[in-house]
């Protein structure tokens, strides 16, 4: 949807993916083809929405550079955790705020449609919103917490219900979060959140993606087997995956065996970002010029969430609360 929403090959101005992808080579980062590109398509997109968010703070707070200090910086070192916590929640909130300004209007019935809109501006914004909501997604899968994860499907149901108004993923979203206030116990709705992720003993994975895992080792051990899989044989071998990869990394370990780490196909992406942030330094993405436009963004970009309205959305979710109370 990110990229649904953000990426057209024929956007040549200097702030938009497909601008960026080419400035840094990112060949491999085919928006088109995000399912059979995903991880080049999402290095990308965090590289950018760092250097974004690096502009913003450097535009709210009249910053010359990244090597520049804002005012009243307390001393850290002399600060308790929770005050660091504290003075920093209070230093990002503003400019958080300021880009998801148009959500919060649309949520509280305020928002108007811009006679003059910012067309750079918008897609800046947009830009930051969503992937901010996907990260938060990503923190959350490494560090599973209920109460942020039913916070972020919220926000996240709005987003897909805006974009398409068909969305399944919404309606799975609508179908979880009934699930976690009203149809199950406080020990079944916990149990349901905690058993989307696995703990590897290393990390923290979505157990979706360790079942992945499962199969490709399944499938390794089968074409080991040759002509000799039968069903008995499978339970077997199955039954014993964990045994056998505690006896090879033991005899690893004994016999000193030295595992090469894969080439990365870039070593840091500090340097792009460099990049990214010294190409907007003029372009002034948070700041709003009424009627501000462009040769490629001839196409004003709309947050999803904008294109909701709360009476339909309410009629939507009353319309399923019935239907999901009789699926328990």
């Known amino acids: 949807m990110f990229y649904q929403i953000l990426y057209d090959e024929t956007h040549t101005d200097i702030f938009t993916l497909h601008s960026q992808k080419v400035r840094l080579l990112r060949k491999e980062a085919n928006g088109l083809d995000v399912k059979n590109h995903f991880d080049s398509c999402k290095e990308l997109a965090i590289s950018v929405i760092k250097a974004f968010l690096v502009q913003?703070?450097?535009?709210?707070?009249?910053?010359?550079?990244?090597?520049?200090?804002?005012?009243?910086?307390?001393?850290?070192?002399?600060?308790?955790?929770?005050?660091?916590?504290?003075?920093?929640?209070?230093?990002?909130?503003?400019?958080?705020?300021?880009?998801?300004?148009?959500?919060?209007k649309v949520v509280n019935g305020t928002f108007v449609e811009e006679a003059n809109p910012d067309m750079v501006n918008n897609y800046s914004k947009v830009l930051v919103e969503l992937?901010?909501?996907?990260?938060?997604?990503?923190?959350?899968?490494?560090?599973?917490?209920?109460?942020?994860?039913?916070?972020?499907?919220?926000?996240?149901?709005?987003?897909?219900?805006?974009?398409?108004?068909?969305?399944?993923?919404?309606?799975?979203?609508?179908?979880?979060?009934?699930?976690?206030?009203?149809?199950?116990?406080?020990k079944q709705s916990h149990a349901a959140v905690y058993g989307l992720f696995v703990n590897t003993g290393k990390t923290i994975i979505p157990a979706d993606l360790q079942m992945e895992h499962l199969v490709r080792i399944t499938k390794t051990?089968?074409?080991?087997?040759?002509?000799?899989?039968?069903?008995?044989?499978?339970?077997?071998?199955?039954?014993?995956?964990?045994?056998?990869?505690?006896?090879?990394?033991?005899?690893?370990?004994?016999?000193?065996?030295?595992?090469?780490?894969?080439?990365h196909k870039r070593i840091s992406s500090v340097e792009d970002e460099n990049k990214i942030i010294s190409d907007l330094k003029n372009v002034k993405l948070f700041t709003k010029f009424p009627g501000r436009l462009t040769e490629s963004l001839n196409e004003q970009t709309k947050n999803p969430i904008s294109k909701l309205s709360i009476v339909d959305l309410q009629k939507w979710i009353q319309k399923y609360l019935t239907k999901f109370f009789f699926e328990v």
Request: with cysteine; net charge positive; proline share 3%.
């Open 221 to 263: 051990h089968i074409r080991a087997m040759c002509s000799n899989v039968t069903d008995q044989s499978l339970i077997k071998r199955s039954s014993a995956f964990f045994g056998i990869n505690e006896i090879s990394e033991a005899f690893e370990n004994e016999s000193s065996v030295i595992k090469r780490a894969q080439k």
């Open 56 to 104: 913003a703070t450097l535009e709210h707070y009249n910053l010359q550079n990244t090597n520049s200090n804002p005012e009243n910086i307390p001393n850290f070192e002399q600060m308790q955790d929770d005050k660091k916590k504290e003075w920093m929640i209070s230093f990002i909130t503003p400019i958080v705020n300021e880009i998801m300004s148009l959500s919060k």
């Open 131 to 186: 992937r901010l909501v996907f990260l938060e997604l990503c923190d959350i899968v490494k560090s599973p917490n209920r109460e942020r994860l039913i916070t972020c499907l919220k926000y996240l149901m709005l987003i897909l219900k805006g974009h398409n108004s068909k969305s399944k993923y919404a309606l799975e979203i609508l179908r979880f979060l009934c699930q976690q206030y009203a149809l199950l116990s406080k």
